[in-house]
């Protein structure tokens, strides 16, 4: 009686541990409902409004699966590349990150470190379909996953057959003042500043992995953190010990990025930063060759 009493207990755990919420959004036992609501490609976007980014709450630390993840808190229009995926039925109903209840059926999403909330343009590259959704989650938890959409969002950016490529910009709150947010851009490459043009080009995911390569430092410029164009943020900290810890990490195996670095403060946090890039493409090849080295790079544009 006693081993039926203490299998019934076991048995009794497995089930609640089932019943907890996966700390990935996106998963294969998610899934649409069976009667989903008629016309919701006609759902209106969300509409941004400036909402203060809050310290704590879901913009503290956590940890998921032994990684440790640490929210952004200031106010950039952030751009990433990366896979989507998608939430349905198995959270919907449930609260979010942020205390709000999740809506499949809303204009939302889930991002890992962006401020919540916060609003951002998705775009799918495959079929140039936008849309402006509002980030009250966190998520998603996969190498590689760059947001996790409403079942809605993916339904109108034609997503909600599986994983796809995605390119994805946080508005800033002076952009949503400026009502910027309600055109696509106009200009999606920034030119580097004037004092930066004679730099060499960006090294490619090829001189990343060859320390060996050459290095930029016979022609590189200085160049200001508060200069125009795209730059790699690489992380930023309170303490500016964390900064310099970095930044010597990465000129010790890279030494030719170097001249490319530079550590400033801004609103309360030391940043380092890599850059200017005078292409997209180039700043993408360099935050790609980054994170294959496990590193975790934003792409800020800096007007």
């Known amino acids: 009686m006693r081993c039926l009493a203490l299998l019934a207990l076991l048995l009794l755990a497995l089930l609640q541990g089932c019943a907890t919420r996966s700390p990935s959004p996106g998963s294969e036992r998610d899934g649409p409902e069976a009667s989903p609501p008629r016309y919701l490609d006609q759902v209106p976007d969300a509409v941004p409004r400036v909402e203060p980014i809050r310290l704590g709450g879901p913009n503290k630390p956590y940890e998921v699966l032994g990684e440790r993840y640490v929210p952004l808190l200031e106010d950039l229009p952030y751009e990433e590349q990366g896979l989507a995926s998608w939430y349905g039925k198995k959270f919907h109903g449930r609260r979010t990150a942020s205390g709000e209840t999740y809506n499949m059926y809303a204009m939302s999403a889930a991002h ?108 590189a410029p200085e160049v200001r953190a508060a200069s125009r164009g795209l730059w790699l943020q690489l992380g930023a900290f309170r303490q500016l010990e964390g900064v310099l810890a970095l930044k010597e990490k990465i000129q010790t195996r890279w030494p030719e990025l170097a001249p490319l670095l530079t550590s400033y403060r801004d609103r309360g946090l030391n940043r380092l930063q890599l850059g200017p890039f005078e292409t997209r493409e180039q700043a993408e090849a360099q935050a790609q060759a980054l994170r294959e080295a496990g590193y975790s790079p934003l792409l800020v544009r800096r007007p």
């Open 112 to 219: 890992p470190r962006w401020p919540l909330p916060s609003y951002a343009r998705v775009r799918n590259p495959a079929n140039g379909r936008e849309v402006i959704v509002r980030v009250n989650d966190r998520g998603p938890f996969h190498r590689g996953r760059v947001i996790d959409l409403s079942y809605t969002a993916a339904l109108k950016l034609d997503l909600l057959r599986g994983v796809a490529p995605v390119e994805i910009r946080r508005l800033s709150f002076d952009e949503i003042r400026a009502g910027r947010w309600s055109r696509p851009e106009t200009d999606p490459v920034l030119a580097a500043p004037a004092d930066a043009a004679a730099a060499p080009p960006a090294p490619t995911t090829e001189d990343l992995r060859d320390p060996e390569s050459k290095p930029l430092a016979e022609a």
